[in-house]
């Protein structure tokens, strides 16, 4: 069974710049999440979906991150525009259901300049 | 708010000697606590599930106990190799059913 997929795996920017993030979740999973983990800390959850709708994102700073999850299976996530802070590992995760175990993809991480 | 508290030092420990790693919670009772192990680059992978209810969980070399008096769960490697090598991750779900994690503690087993 493939895991989650996700790419880039690395990405450099500048800050004030945008970037956007990709995740294909395991075939079938209906929850997608996406996480940021910064250095010396575990994951925080910035939204999570069913199928093609918000669940949570109580956490994603709106006025610069923004996600989408079309036909309830990729994901996108974006930041624009980009902070010194934002630099971090971006995981995205997926699930069977909301309390079902978590499946972590490798990650993307996020160096802003 | 909810928390979940590890031990940030790293543990340091020789191979064949048992790890132990502690996790405690604060302001809540979760129904479960989760234990997750973390490689360099790579996203977490789940280890063990605990309920509240149970007292202790086994899968082949790892134990995970769940103490909800005081609020803490041990996670135990038996016969530590240097494999096994990694950043362990507590984690549970907050009242709102988001998961929420630990900063981890990074294991090191010596040869």
């Known amino acids: 069974e493939a895991g989650v997929a996700q790419s880039p795996r690395y990405k450099i920017i500048e800050k004030r710049q945008s970037v956007a993030f990709w995740c294909n979740p395991i075939?079938?999973?209906?929850?997608l999440y996406w996480y940021q983990q910064i250095l010396g800390q575990g994951p925080k959850l910035l939204i999570q979906f069913q199928n093609n709708g918000v669940v949570d994102d109580s956490q994603l700073p709106k006025d610069r991150f923004s996600a989408e999850r079309l036909k309830g299976v990729d994901s996108t996530l974006k930041i624009q525009p980009a902070k010194l802070e934002d630099s971090a590992v971006y995981l995205c995760?997926?699930?069977?259901?909301?309390?079902?175990?978590?499946?972590f993809g490798p990650g993307t991480r996020l160096t802003v300049l | 708010s909810q928390k979940i508290e590890q031990n940030s030092e790293a543990l340091n420990i020789q191979e064949g000697k048992t790890a132990t790693l502690t996790c405690n919670y604060t302001n809540y009772s979760p129904a479960y606590l989760q234990w997750y192990r973390q490689d360099p680059g790579r996203g977490p992978v789940f280890l063990l599930l605990?309920?509240?209810?149970?007292k202790e969980k086994r899968k082949e070399r790892l134990k995970v106990t769940f103490d909800t008096t005081l609020k803490q769960s041990l996670f135990h490697i038996t016969a530590s190799q240097p494999a096994d090598s990694a950043t362990y991750l507590c984690?549970?779900?907050?009242?709102?059913?988001?998961?929420?994690f630990g900063s981890g503690t990074r294991l090191l087993v010596r040869p």
């Open positions: 605990i309920r509240e209810n149970e």
């Open positions: 984690s549970a779900l907050d009242s709102s059913y988001k998961l929420i």
């Open positions: 995760a997926s699930s069977l259901g909301n309390t079902d175990t978590q499946y």
């Open positions: 075939s079938g999973h209906a929850t």
